[in-house]
């Protein structure tokens, strides 16, 4: 896995088009001042002055008591603040980026003393009896509910018949099961954290890469491997890495990343591009979604699911058994109230309601020649 651009640009997005509109309304404010202007010059003949006064009428029974020139000022108003608004959300980008920056430099520093560091270490894979097996997957809950029971590293690697006589993978990423700051043998841990919400490479992306490897060569002469579809399922950290990974050019050049599902993730920042359907769940008073101080993008092809009213923040929240419960509940409401999530799952009809193939885990961990001290 290579370093990923984390800049989001949703917000800069979003001030261009407040900018665009701004200007479009201080042109039209301009042009409708100065047409009230040449229809109230001298010399107008009697005709004109009285289909100005139909004017004035009707821009007093449209636009209220202060009529069309109130119009007008309004609409300059209106660009006014939209300009003071575009302003503000490119600060706030550059501020998300400068935060980003130096969370990166801190980690740098942090490494030179042993701290939120990978150096001198290589990854490696042991495959191991799968936990349990695998039921047909009927929705995004069950997608979410693979992330369940990956302790010590694991990673799970489902393969399902595609309909096409070829095979689909779902790969679920655990979030974080080791809190020092120090590197351990177990990489999905702070170290991996702060180095992927940066950007950076990991070892435990590149442990994902190698467990979906495996699979692919368990499978034998059934996988086409570069061609089969892919999704990337993943909860907290698992979901970044997800992200980082189906934002990476490198990964995809090999695995067709067709879909990605996180909760609790915060994932705004990458770069994932508009050909993988990305589903994005979030608790409103969850406060790790938010960490990356970025709002999803706002597309087509990806939809978010902010659930919840916000504030007070409940850390209890991000447990992985209460997005399960959200997500089973998202797909039980009546159709077309969750918008959206029905043109989800039709788009990931590849991998829901297919028989099981091959159930893989693997374990993922770190290994050094010289191991730090």
Known sequence: MTRVRVRSDALSAASGRLGEGADDLRRAGAALGAALARCRSPGLDPGALVAWWRVETDGLRLAGPAGLWGLALGLDALATRLSVAARAYAQVEDAVAATMAGVRAGADLGARGGYLGEGGAAVSVRPVPAAAGVAPLAGPADLVALGDGLHGGRVRVVEVDDGAGGSAWVVAVPGTQEWSPRAGVNPFDLTSDVGAVTGDATLAAAGVTAALEVAWAAAGGRARHRDD????????????????????????????????????????????????RVLSVEHADDPVPTLDLSPNPA??????????????????????????????????????????????????GTFLHRPVRSVHEVVVERGWQNPPT
């Not at 997800?242 to 995809?252: I, K, Q, T």
């Not at 929240?317 to 918008?339: F, I, K, M, N, Q």
């Open 229 to 276: 579809p892919v999704l990337l399922v993943g909860h907290s950290q698992g979901g970044i890495l997800a992200a980082a990974l189906a934002a990476d050019p490198g990964f995809r050049v090999g695995h067709r990343v067709t879909h990605l599902v996180t909760t609790g993730s915060p994932v705004g920042a990458f770069a994932v591009p508009a050909s993988v």
């Open 299 to 348: 597309r087509a092809s990806w939809l978010t699911l902010r659930v919840g009213a916000g504030p007070p923040v409940d850390v209890g929240r991000h447990a992985l058994a209460g997005y399960v419960t959200t997500v089973r509940a998202a797909e039980g409401a009546p159709r077309g109230t969750v918008s959206g999530l029905g043109a989800w799952e039709a788009s990931a």
